[in-house]
């Protein structure tokens, strides 16, 4: 069968989400090969031996926190010239899609970002222009190198016992002009009590109608176990913070359910979440653009509708 490459993003020896993504996706291609940069291996191994995974390449000799994506993007670079795999998949995230980008650059081979589906004839789905319009593409050139937006399928387990390929690098064989910026300190997002917003399977977003009180919308996400979101408007008017923006300025997520309170609907916003599975709108409004693009529609006061939907969920788990 094909080698298909993963990149594995990983935070303090934790596996980030969107991995199993990749793996499930890539198996539909060949086998599966991991690209682990630096991190604890042994933990790092036991996290991945339920994806499906045939082989987990080691890449190590260079510190990669040290520097921005430049230097990842050389080691693989070097690897998939040397391999020639079926394809490379990334998680699309600001830092997947500089690598993807700069290995692109490296390798003289096509790109496609933020693809929400691939095929095992290596045909890429991407929803455009507001989700207006569906793309279906393939790269022309080289090895297809195509980054994937969170939350686009079903996570497909599989046991395996993956074999282990350490590769060393030399960082004074690497270019130095593009090893990227190096990295002097880091500071560390606080984290809450609720799922990251770009993995999370349910998404509560609050808008201009929640007149910068979003005590109701967090209330429904904590008892649905859900991130919060924001639209442009309520970010920029400093309502929430800008790290929980959805939309085409913001963040783009995918999630199973997304519940939009008090957003009218701009083409902005529907292009951050247009892919969501089940989208829910309340609105005031009878009339605003969300309402085309929801599965289901509540015409009311969010102030209203959502402790009753709070409570009722929460009857409902007691």
Same mark, same amino acid.
């Given at each position: 069968?094909?080698?298909?490459?993963?990149?594995v993003?990983h935070?303090?020896?934790?596996?980030?989400?969107?991995?199993g993504?990749?793996?499930?996706?890539?198996?539909?291609?060949?086998?599966?090969?991991?690209?682990?940069?630096?991190?604890?291996?042994?933990?790092?191994?036991?996290?991945?031996?339920?994806?499906?995974?045939?082989e987990?390449?080691?890449?190590?000799?260079?510190?990669?926190?040290?520097?921005?994506?430049?230097?990842?993007?050389?080691?693989?670079?070097?690897?998939?010239?040397?391999?020639?795999?079926?394809?490379?998949?990334?998680?699309?995230t600001a830092?997947?899609?500089e690598?993807?980008?700069?290995?692109?650059?490296?390798?003289?081979?096509g790109?496609?970002?933020d693809?929400?589906?691939?095929?095992?004839?290596?045909?890429?789905?991407?929803?455009?222009?507001?989700?207006?319009t569906?793309?279906?593409?393939?790269?022309?050139?080289?090895t297809?190198?195509?980054?994937?937006?969170?939350? #686009? $399928?079903?996570?497909?387990? @599989?046991?395996?016992? /993956?074999? %282990? +390929? &350490?590769?060393?690098?030399?960082? =004074?064989?690497?270019?130095a002009?593009?090893?990227?910026?190096?990295v002097? #300190? $880091?500071?560390?997002?606080? @984290?809450?009590?609720? /799922?990251? %917003? +770009? &993995?999370?399977?349910?998404?509560? =977003?609050g808008?201009?109608?929640?007149?910068?009180d979003?005590a109701?919308?967090?209330?429904?996400?904590?008892?649905?176990?859900?991130?919060?979101?924001?639209?442009?408007?309520?970010?920029?008017?400093?309502?929430?913070?800008?790290?929980h923006?959805?939309?085409?300025?913001?963040?783009?997520?995918?999630?199973s359910?997304?519940v939009a309170?008090?957003?009218?609907?701009?083409?902005?916003?529907?292009?951050?979440?247009?892919?969501?599975?089940?989208?829910?709108?309340?609105?005031?409004?009878?009339d605003?653009?969300?309402?085309?693009?929801?599965?289901?529609?509540?015409?009311?006061d969010?102030?209203?509708?959502?402790p009753?939907?709070?409570?009722?969920?929460?009857?409902?788990?007691?």
């Amino acid at each position: 069968m094909s080698q298909v490459f993963i990149l594995v993003d990983h935070t303090h020896g934790k596996v980030a989400h969107p991995v199993g993504e990749l793996a499930t996706f890539a198996r539909r291609i060949g086998d599966v090969s991991a690209l682990v940069l630096g991190g604890d291996l042994a933990v790092l191994t036991t996290q991945l031996s339920d994806l499906g995974i045939s082989e987990i390449i080691s890449i190590s000799g260079i510190n990669f926190d040290k520097y921005s994506a430049g230097a990842s993007a050389q080691a693989i670079a070097q690897l998939v010239t040397d391999r020639s795999p079926a394809a490379l998949l990334i998680t699309s995230t600001a830092r997947g899609k500089e690598i993807a980008a700069r290995v692109a650059v490296r390798t003289n081979s096509g790109i496609i970002t933020d693809a929400i589906d691939i095929d095992a004839a290596l045909v890429a789905t991407q929803s455009i222009f507001g989700g207006s319009t569906t793309v279906h593409s393939k790269v022309g050139h080289g090895t297809p190198i195509i980054t994937l937006r969170s939350n #686009s $399928v079903e996570i497909e387990s @599989s046991a395996t016992t /993956p074999t %282990l +390929t &350490e590769v060393k690098v030399v960082e =004074s064989d690497f270019d130095a002009s593009r090893l990227g910026d190096k990295v002097v #300190s $880091v500071t560390e997002a606080i @984290s809450g009590g609720r /799922p990251e %917003l +770009t &993995e999370a399977s349910i998404i509560v =977003s609050g808008g201009r109608g929640t007149n910068g009180d979003f005590a109701p919308v967090e209330a429904l996400a904590d008892v649905l176990g859900a991130a919060v979101g924001a639209s442009r408007a309520a970010t920029d008017a400093g309502w929430y913070p800008h790290s929980h923006q959805v939309g085409q300025t913001g963040k783009t997520v995918s999630p199973s359910l997304y519940v939009a309170c008090g957003i009218s609907g701009a083409i902005q916003h529907r292009a951050g979440m247009q892919t969501s599975k089940v989208i829910v709108a309340i609105n005031k409004d009878p009339d605003a653009p969300i309402f085309d693009l929801a599965d289901l529609g509540i015409v009311g006061d969010l102030f209203a509708v959502l402790p009753q939907a709070t409570a009722e969920i929460q009857l409902k788990k007691a």
